[in-house]
């Protein structure tokens, strides 16, 4: 296509040559000369040569006759067919990306009302809530992390997008409610540990402080008289020293954020990961962290990102900042993430640790104290071992 402007003309007159001969002396580009008969040539000029063409017919005599016209001149003239159309699509398309960029709805599942209640909240503060830009929110891992870092009831979060839509997950520590009507049962130990101390509510104690115990090991039973067929519940509190060997990953950067004081925010665009324009200048400032915000269209990442920067001053105040000392802290942290809440971390030993700029991955043996009592009901067998022994008996006869 011609910026300029291509059109084919037909020129019919007696004297076509010199007609064609002062055009050229004026300047005129002439293309694809045709002679059709004695006095009529067509010929591609310019959309800018057709004033002077017919300032000059007279003088020659000659008939012009436009025929296919070419180029954005032309297409500018016609603006009013496609123009049009042209800013509907425009406009739906830019409504469209729009609507993809907020977030329209978000349901929260699993756990009691009370749970999901205090958890929705959370959300809100956070950013993931309905009508919000996608971009004002923190992201997916952040926000799971502070609900379990905040709500001591949940021992699991998980979040799924689809579209516009956020779907949150959550999982509640078992705790069972006092209920003297409760079926008889035992605590088993969940997990093999060293007895550190008991506090039992209902049911009789089975082991003591100190103990070692196995996973499935009973710790309180339930059965108070078999004879006289007294059973209850078991209900209390079996602390022990449990060992893990973890893998745990720390995101350095998440937490400097707290620990420097006065960051400066700056906002950047970036296209395919590599070009990137930063909207203010940063003289004198270090960057701290980065966070990537994409943009969407329906369900698709587009290949462009709002970035939010992190700067900071050099300050005496800042370059105190060593987030080695408070290493152990973070850990603690990832270490409840996975455990969760409500363990308490008596001793941490790093066993490898593989940096990649502001990620750390450890492999680390974990010791912690938790609450390792399950509830297990009690079975027939349990309840009537008599009756068990004596059909064992007759089988044998």
């Known amino acids: 296509m011609s910026f300029k402007g291509v059109v084919d003309v037909v020129i019919k007159s007696g004297q076509v040559e010199a007609f064609l001969n002062e055009l050229v002396d004026e300047g005129v580009s002439l293309h694809s000369v045709t002679r059709i008969d004695e006095n009529t040539i067509e010929v591609k000029v310019n959309y800018a040569a057709i004033p002077l063409m017919k300032s000059k017919r007279k003088k020659y005599k000659c008939q012009l006759k436009f025929k296919n016209r070419e180029g954005l001149p032309f297409l500018y003239s016609q603006r009013k067919k496609w123009l049009p159309i042209m800013l509907s699509v425009i406009i739906a398309f830019l409504f469209t990306f729009i609507l993809s960029n907020i977030v329209w709805n978000v349901t929260v599942e699993g756990g009691s009302p009370e749970a999901r209640y205090e958890v929705d909240e959370m959300l809100g503060d956070l950013g993931l809530k309905q009508g919000n830009w996608v971009q004002n929110m923190k992201d997916i891992s952040t926000i799971e992390r502070e609900i379990m870092n905040n709500i001591e009831e949940i021992s699991y979060v998980g979040i799924n997008r689809n579209g516009t839509s956020y779907h949150v997950l959550i999982e509640e520590s078992e705790k ?11 605590l088993i130990a969940s997990k093999s540990g ?4 008991m506090f039992v509510i209902n049911g009789q104690p089975l082991v003591q402080i100190d103990d070692f115990v196995q996973k499935g ?3 309180v039973t339930g059965i108070l008289d078999l004879k006289n067929e007294a059973f209850t519940y078991s209900e209390g509190e079996v602390m022990a020293e449990v060992w893990y060997e973890l893998d745990v990953t720390v995101d350095l950067s998440q937490y400097m954020l707290s620990l420097v004081p006065d960051t400066k925010n700056r906002y950047s665009v970036s296209l395919f990961d590599r070009f990137e324009w930063l909207f203010s200048r940063t ?7 980065k966070d990537e915000k994409p943009l969407y269209f329906l369900h698709w990442e587009l290949p462009i990102s709002i970035n939010k920067h992190y700067f900071y001053e050099e300050t005496e105040e800042v370059m105190e900042t060593d987030i080695e000392q408070h290493m152990e802290m973070i850990i603690d942290d990832q270490i409840k993430r996975q455990l969760g809440q409500s363990v308490e971390v008596i001793y941490q030993k790093v066993l490898h640790e593989e940096r990649d700029s502001d990620k750390v991955k450890l492999e680390m043996f974990v010791k912690v104290l938790e609450d390792i009592g399950e509830e297990q009901l009690l079975s027939e067998e349990d309840m009537n071992p008599e009756e068990d022994e004596e059909e064992n008996t007759d089988q044998g006869d």
């Open 176 to 186: 069972m409610e006092e209920n003297t009507q409760r079926a008889p049962s035992d």
């Open 194 to 197: 060293t007895i550190e101390s």
């Open 217 to 219: 090991d009973k710790l």
């Open 283 to 289: 003289e004198g400032r270090r960057l701290l962290a």
